[in-house]
């Protein structure tokens, strides 16, 4: 069996004769793949590599590294091939002890044969090689897999890009007609039916303002006060959500309304084109690969077009808003909206099965730090996942339309330190709060 002590004997009855140590450059090639060698190498000081070369000599794979205290050369000296398995090559200066086959065992009498003596301690040396070999091999898996992720984030990111682009042309044709379409309309009814364009300026000047909340109450009041219809009770309180009704109105009120209506419905595709250029130009921006930073981005606004692009996650969720009075950063504003992306989407994930899912936003500004908390209302984070949950490739989401690679977070703490921020996380079964602070310069 193996033990520290049989390697010390085995250095100093072996490996101690000066006349038996050399001295290599870096660079320096002990052992080429295929040539001669009867020695057993011991490394004293320095370390060497072990390289397998090709049909055309030139260096392919690298198979080993050996340090201080490390032994080389182990297949051809005990398997008495003479032959060299693999190139060596000196990395750094080092200084090496060698034995040949012309050695003599020491008390064999005692410890056996040259080859009995040394056995457990190679078959120590080789078991550490195969760890190492295995450790060299996860490692590698490990990079192959950053490197596809890479790869698979920056096509995605061009084609988010380009179908970016292609959606700014539609959106830049439907909103420009809008525009027209609204004056026509507008010119139409001043000439030919002056006594309602007050009523389809005001839907257009206006659109809806009350929540649906107020609405339904406020149409109750109105069927009572007024006698009107369900329906017809509804669309007044949409266009006179508070106040008395103005006599116009009640005069042909059908009319009034329908008008209303339509000027309401230009006012919100106005607003809808208006949104999804926002959108569009937000996915441009996170589609890209320009993360120059330059000197007065907006925090706040990296905020709202973070919001503006994760719409369709929000739906359902109550989104409280508090932003602080901050000055401007030097960013990218792309690398922020990133950020925030990757966070408030894992908070709408982790909020799906609340009932009342509200994510609450707050920045502030302090001693030179710009310091932003979002919070939701989501399921505690365990701390076992708390630990991991910034790890490259970890995550919690395996299945449907929620799968994830497990970097989203990771890229958000990378982006964080880049900018010597923190980022900290907090779990409660009532909150759980990302806390991050971004240095103003």
């Known amino acids: 069996m193996y033990q520290p002590k049989t390697l010390q004997r085995i250095i100093d009855i072996y490996f101690t004769n000066p006349e038996r140590v050399i001295s290599v450059k870096a660079g320096t090639q002990v052992l080429r793949q295929d040539g001669f060698n009867d020695r057993l190498y011991w490394v004293k000081h320095g370390e060497l590599c072990g390289y397998l070369q090709n049909d055309n000599n030139s260096l392919t794979a ?32 080092s200084e090496l002890a060698w034995i040949d086959l012309d050695t003599q065992a020491v008390e064999p009498e005692v410890y056996g044969s040259l080859s009995e003596q040394f056995m457990p301690v190679m078959m120590h040396e080789l078991a550490q090689r195969q760890v190492l070999a295995g450790m060299q091999a996860f490692e590698k898996e490990k990079a192959l897999q950053k490197l596809y992720a890479a790869e ?13 682009h292609e959606l700014n042309n539609a959106v830049g044709v439907l909103s420009s007609k809008t525009e027209g379409l609204q004056g026509a309309i507008c ?71 329908q008008y209303w209506d339509l000027g ?30 330059q000197p007065d981005i907006d925090l706040n606004d990296t905020i709202n077009k973070s919001l ?15 932003p602080g009075e901050l000055p401007l950063m030097s960013a990218s504003s792309t690398e922020l909206v990133q950020i925030w992306v990757n966070i408030i989407k894992n908070a ?9 899912p509200q994510l609450e936003i707050t920045t502030r500004h302090s001693k030179n730090r710009l310091l932003v908390t979002i919070s939701n209302n989501g399921p505690m984070i ?22 994830g690679l497990g970097l989203g977070l990771a890229i958000v703490q990378r982006i964080v330190h880049s900018y010597g921020g923190t980022i900290a996380l907090k779990s409660d079964p009532e909150t759980t709060r990302f806390r991050i602070k971004l240095p103003i310069t």
């Open 62 to 93: 690298r198979i080993f590294r050996v340090r201080q205290g490390m032994f080389f050369g182990v297949h051809s000296f005990f398997s008495r091939t003479l032959v060299a398995s693999t190139t060596v090559i000196a990395e750094t200066d």
């Open 308 to 322: 503006s692009l994760l719409q369709s996650n929000l739906r359902r969720v109550n989104v409280v808003l508090r």
């Open 264 to 293: 309401r419905d230009l006012h919100d595709m106005r607003l809808a084109s208006k949104h999804a250029t926002c959108i569009v130009r937000s996915v441009k921006q996170l589609g890209g690969t320009d993360n120059v930073r």
């Open 152 to 164: 698979q984030m920056t096509t995605l990111g061009q084609l988010a890009a380009g179908i970016a």
């Open 187 to 257: 010119r139409f009814l001043q000439e030919s039916k002056p006594e309602v364009s007050h009523f389809l300026e005001l839907g257009i000047d206006h659109g809806q303002q009350a929540p649906s909340a107020q609405v339904r109450k406020r149409a109750r009041e109105l069927q009572e006060m007024y006698g009107l219809g369900r329906e017809q009770a509804r669309q007044l309180a949409r266009a006179q959500p508070q106040g008395e009704i103005p006599a116009s109105w009640l005069a042909n009120l059908d009319e009034a309304l």
């Open 348 to 356: 709408c994930d982790a909020m799906e099965e609340t009932p009342e």
């Open 382 to 403: 365990d701390e076992a996942t708390r630990r991991k949950i910034f790890q490259p490739n970890f995550t919690t989401k395996k299945g449907g339309l929620s799968f």
